[in-house]
């Protein structure tokens, strides 16, 4: 009598489920509580000229057959705990209400997704307060689209009348020969396999009329970026009209050139310059067999780089970001272009003359203090290449037994005068390091790899330091050295000692291009086998988090561990590349299938 | 005279120790059983009680002092958790550690008595600060915990977290420290009474001359004196272990524990009068102070399965939160279990005096009460901390259950048996509940769930819930 409930197979089965049909409460609730409007991208544009945001999603049920997906819920259904995740009463209205969906249309979840929005869902946001919003869900059966907007509200009817609220029934309407119906601030009507909502009368009677032919179909503005064709697998397809979007309620006043304050400039000039030299903005998501990628671009960029931005990227002949540094048992290998001292000449063209004074005046003061130099000969000697990396931990260099082994990183930086930046400015920081050396209790050693100066912290491991301290500072050996025109700083030598290597690697390896054009901005890659393998290092960390904070036994924890590493060793290698080319400006996430 | 004394005074003393066997006027009920899960383990699930009921209670008394199976694989799992929780120097990850053990060790019964003996030579980290000296301490307790009771003593004399916690590093030849000797005989031993301030003088100058160095015990002969002492009538040359051997021989010590152990696993408010006492501590003297046999006698015995034992005692914060979560057959994060029972004033590791917990009646406050009625809506919710202890799992599958049956099953899960009128009103808040919820959208699965929840967190806010 007193039994667990559901076996561990039909809990599997019912988690798969539940999966699924959190996906269509997404998309179904989201677009019907939403209430906008319908139109298809094969025939003329339906939706608004004057949109400030388009969106669409194409085919969503194709997501849940992505191989990725496929893979990572093969590996998902054999947790317990996202099986119990899943259990969770906080899911409780969405299961049901999908359930919901399920008896009062009569087929399951996967038939729903292909009948009802099989096609796809766009969505408009246009000007106005509050903003203008249509959404057209495009199903391949218009007999259970026709269904859909009545088994939505008898949803939504239930669920408010469980807080004391009475759904009004929807007011008719008639709009030529169609009739459409008003609930509180939503209009909606069905016309074919197409269900149209929006939330202003004129917006979803002019969809009626484009639908009919009584008005143009819309052929200019952002909709018809819609139109264009896309590459297979595209998801999600995004477009911002960049000077609409601006004019939007609550678009924040930093990102508006000219700029109110300097800060925003410094964090973020290139980006500044995009959105105020380029007409709009899009960003797709494809979803091609097994691989996925991600693509943001700021096409048709209009004249010269804004000045005072310049430097931020990439942006002129013959400059890019430094190839990757890639030692051994790379987890995350980073490289930007970024030239500060570019920026801080062209200076006086950002438009902020007191800002910047005062700027110049906190800067110099530096010189004023013990430092010997200021912020400003730093950046004068600081190069425009910055690079980082995350490795993982190899052997120790303690004797300490360290049980939670921590990854490594490093960040180099190009010095534009090695010699100048040894004389001015390693001084001073030698003398910062000191101190922080006696107070850390921490031993200083200078070692030479290949004719460079290695400058080792190390921290001591008498009995009374080791007892009284967390072991997990002896994961660390701060380590830095000036070599080869760069600065490296790291968290082990080893690592150091690598990136000394890596850096004589890529010295020798002959530049490929020939090209004036500036090179990619940014690059970036993870890999993820590696991040997988790292879950067998932090082990033992991983294993009690999961005992002592989540509950789950040692053996579960462990089961979730082997999970996990499954889980992240499938996505095989994240790749990142930012840059300028002829179409302007892309910034590209690709994550490749991998070999099975 | 209390209904418990009554019950005890009707069990003749020749026969209150003798093992219990059921009998048409005394069965061996669902009751019965959970008592004895309660007792020997901090709790029981439904599946382990209706185990239990299948077994004899002679057997199950057993299959609870030898453990279950799969013990050294448990102790190997642990072993790979203490190196990390010893070098994070977070206390919490300790306490966190030990509620685990409590938890799911294949030996709850060690585990109970490892507790019992951590409040007995009351050591606390604020003093000791050294989480692997109390971890070591804590593996001692544990080791010896249904072993001898001599060896037991002689170890803790000469542990370091306690030679720390005592002050025995500052007990020195020419400059005695009394603080251990008094304790030994007062609170570890014989009870007050049973010595004078001149044998603690004379045992402390016995126990001159140790030390702690590199985590380990250290005797320094230089620092002992090795001066003739007089100690409870015998005199001579001693060293620690002798004072332990003196204490030992005294006929109060077996009496002692055995007082003080029957308060833990059988009864808080009865006291046990000599004629009771001393068939029990006879024996565990005799058996050279074997505890596992005292605590056999204990658990078998017709006292333990009586009125006088059963709700006789109030459940510690670590009997509420370990039983609890142990009925709900949950899994809920240990390090939050601990921090529950720091806040309800028993953080393990800091009990708040050598003389330990008091317990009993201190267990119970308003405001203690309360914090148990809201932890036990946390265990119970189904989301957050008891994400993994959802009562709506434990309802039979595939059956449209009625009020009073969700009612009805919870109260037996937590309760075994209790009033018609409690049930009674449980049942219409769950009828009133049941119609509140069918005014919302949801499956009629989802209403149970939500039922089942709310059925378990008023069962558990019965005061009788308390006790155990």
Partial sequence: MLQARYSVGAMIAEQSRTLCRLFLALAVYGTAISATFAADLATPNLLPGNSAVVAELRQPQAVLQHGLVLRGLAILKQSRAFQDALGNPDFDLIRDGIQHFESQLGIPLDKILDNCIGEGIWISVGEGTPPEICVIVHGRDAERVARLPAVTLSLIGRIVAGRGITLPDPTPRTHHQHTYYQLGEAFYTVAGPRWLLANREASL???LDRLDGRVPATTA????????????????????????????????????????????VILAAGWLDLIHRSPQVTAELSLAGDSVRAHLRFPKLAGDITPGTVGYFASEPAVAAAPLLEPAQLIYSASWYRDYWKMWERRNDVPLPNEIGKLEKQLASTQDGNLGYSAIDFLRLMGPHLRFVVTRPGPSAYRVAVTDRLPNFAAVVDLRDENAFRDKVLPPIQRILGVVAITQKMISQNTQYKSAEVTVLKFTEDAAAVMNSDRVRYNFEPTYAITRGHLIVGSTAALVRNLIDELDRLQSVPANSSSTAPGPTERQIVKFDELAALVDDVHGLAVRNAVLNNGLTIAEAEQELALLK??????????????????????????????K | MSTAEQALRRLRPDVAWTSYFPNPSNLWDDVKVAHLWRRASGGASAEQIERGLKTTPADLIRSLLDGGLGQAAFEAEIAKLREGVLTSNDPQQLKGLWIYRMLHSPHPLQERLALFWHNHFATSNAKVNDLRLMQQQNDTLRQHALGHFDDLLQAMTRDPAMLIWLDSQSNRKGQPNENYGRELFELFGLGVGHYTEQD?????????????????????????DAGEKTVLGETGNFHAGDIVRICLAQPACADFIVQKLFRYLVSETVTLDPTYITPLADGFRSRNYDIGWLVERMLSSWVFFSPAAIGQRVKSPVDFVVGTVKSLNGAVSPIKLAEFCDQLGQGLFYPPSVKGWEGGERWISSTGLLFRQNLAFELTRGTGLGGRSDPARLLPAGEQLTDEAIARYFT?????????????????????????????????????GALARTAAHLALTVPEFQLG
């Fill in chain 1, 205 to 207: 009677q002019g969809m």
């Fill in chain 1, 221 to 264: 503005g952002l909709p018809t970026l819609l139109n264009e064709p896309i590459a297979d697998g595209t998801a999600l397809r995004v477009g911002l009209d960049l000077p609409r979007i601006q004019q939007l309620p609550g678009f924040p006043a930093a990102f508006k050139w000219p700029p109110k304050e300097p800060g925003p």
């Fill in chain 1, 566 to 595: 499954q889980l992240v060793a499938a996505l095989g290698a994240l790749r990142v590349e930012a840059g300028f080319d002829e179409q302007g400006f892309g910034y590209r996430i690709e994550l490749p299938a991998v070999q």
């Fill in chain 2, 200 to 224: 603690i003088k004379e045992s402390s100058r016995a126990l001159t001359g140790w030390s702690v160095r590199n985590g380990r015990a250290h005797f320094d002969p230089q620092q002992h």
């Fill in chain 2, 412 to 448: 037996h899960l937590f309760h075994q048996q209790i009033e018609e009128a409690v049930l009674r009103q449980i049942t219409e808040q769950i009828a009133s509940e049941r119609g509140r919820l069918q005014q919302e959208f949801r499956s009629a699965r989802s209403v149970e």
